[in-house]
Nanobody
Framework: QVQLVESGGGSVQAGGSLRLSCAGS????????MGWFRQAPGKEREGVAA???????SFADSVRGRFTISKDNAKNTLFLQMNSLKPEDSAMYYCAAGRMTTNQGVGTKYEYAYWGQGTQVTVSS
């Protein structure tokens, strides 16, 4: 049974940083493409960053240059380092695994098979 558990969310002032983690279990972590998504109230869930099994990364334009995605296959953990945070980055952040397409970019929520419960990020101005 695939499980994804996010952690690291919280409240921070604009310009600050947070590091999200996603611990995966129940599957061969290193072989799955994974991603981070976010959803603000009243908005669609949008892709933020993705990392393929070979380590190649993709980012949404809104976060490129501020966010970094990485993974530790030995610890079955996915990370999202978020710097220079803005109030518009406030959202519930979700970890996703098992991308079912080979499309370029972060992809849409429909392309991922497994999801965590989310961790809240709030950025105040």
């Amino acid at each position: 049974q695939v499980q994804l558990v996010e952690s690291g969310g919280g409240s921070v002032q604009a310009g600050g940083s947070l590091r999200l983690s996603c611990a995966g279990s129940g599957y061969t972590f290193s072989t799955y493409s994974m991603g981070w998504f976010r959803q603000a109230p009243g908005k669609e869930r949008e892709g933020v960053a993705a990392i393929d099994s070979d380590g190649s990364t993709s980012f949404a334009d809104s976060v490129r240059g501020r966010f970094t995605i990485s993974k530790d296959n030995a610890k079955n953990t996915l990370f999202l380092q978020m710097n220079s945070l803005k109030p518009e980055d406030s959202a519930m952040y979700y970890c996703a695994a098992g991308r079912m397409t080979t499309n370029q970019g972060v992809g849409t929520k429909y392309e991922y098979a497994y999801w965590g419960q989310g961790t809240q990020v709030t950025v105040s101005s």
